[in-house]
């Protein structure tokens, strides 16, 4: 019904800088949050910023400052630029979007991409 796919990541050295990108497609009425989550390896996953439809913001602590995330209502997609990367920061990142279809909404997930930072 939904499928949210990522784009972006990779290998940077740290101070590097990457961008993440996520497009949302299917039967959609509306999307309210978008949002990018993180999950290294045995740690559980954890939320790195989201944005409502609205565009108000919310980061995680150790993203402000360094991350910015924004939206294209229009084309249903939510860009995560991250610059002065930490390897602290090498994880999985993962796209979610809570997505109304006509009266139901529910919780999608995109299939994550590869974020890696060497020292």
């Known amino acids: 019904q939904v499928q949210l796919v990522e784009s972006g990541g990779g290998l940077v050295q740290a101070g590097g800088s990457l961008r993440l990108s996520c497009a949302a497609s299917g039967s959609i009425s509306s999307i309210n949050a978008m949002g990018w989550y993180r999950q290294a390896p045995g740690k559980q996953r954890e939320l790195v910023a989201d944005?409502?439809?609205?565009?108000?913001?919310n980061y995680e602590d150790s993203a402000k400052g360094r991350f910015t995330i924004s939206r294209d209502n229009a084309k249903n997609t939510v860009t995560l630029q991250m610059n002065s990367l930490k390897p602290e920061d090498t994880a999985v990142y993962y796209c979610?979007?809570?997505?109304?279809?006509?009266?139901?909404?529910?919780?999608?997930w995109g299939q994550g991409t590869q974020v890696t930072v060497s020292s």
């Open positions: 944005i409502t439809s609205g565009g108000t913001t």
């Open positions: 979610n979007a809570n997505v109304r279809i006509r009266w139901r909404t529910g919780d999608y």
